[in-house]
């Protein structure tokens, strides 16, 4: 069982940066690989990013390449998301999420079963 907590979110202008973090919960969140995924108003869940466990393989989504980098802890039992150079159709909710078989990684959502609460982010044009 795996429960994770989002923070960082916030509203900024385009083209500044954000971190945003994920807090987990559990001894073995070094064994899962951890994804972002984003959901705006109206619009289906859309996969971020996602890494592996010791932080070798990184995979990310053709809207977010070049801008975002995902990272994570394994002593602090944590992930994140640098954004930069964010723009307007940036602005969604974002998640961390843990896959059902926790050495799975993937760009679906349905892989995943364990979930944030999510982060707002909000960038003003």
């Known amino acids: 069982q795996v429960q994770l907590v989002e923070s960082g979110g916030g509203l900024v202008q385009a083209g500044a940066s954000l971190r945003l973090s994920c807090a987990a919960s559990?001894?073995?969140?070094?064994?899962?690989?951890m994804g972002w995924f984003r959901q705006a108003p109206g619009k289906e869940r859309e996969f971020v990013a996602a890494?592996?466990?010791?932080?070798?393989?990184?995979y990310y989504g053709d809207s977010v390449k070049g801008r975002f980098t995902v990272s994570r802890d394994n002593a602090k039992n944590s992930v994140y998301l640098q954004m930069n150079s964010l723009k307007p159709e940036d602005t969604a909710v974002y998640y961390c999420?843990?896959?059902?078989?926790?050495?799975?990684?993937?760009?679906?959502?349905?892989?995943?079963?364990?979930w944030g609460q999510g982060t707002q982010v909000t960038v003003s044009s």
């Open positions: 999420a843990a896959p059902r078989t926790p050495y799975i990684i993937s760009n679906r959502a349905n892989v995943y079963n364990y």
């Open positions: 890494i592996d466990t010791s932080a070798r393989t990184t």
């Open positions: 559990g001894r073995t969140f070094s064994s899962y690989t």
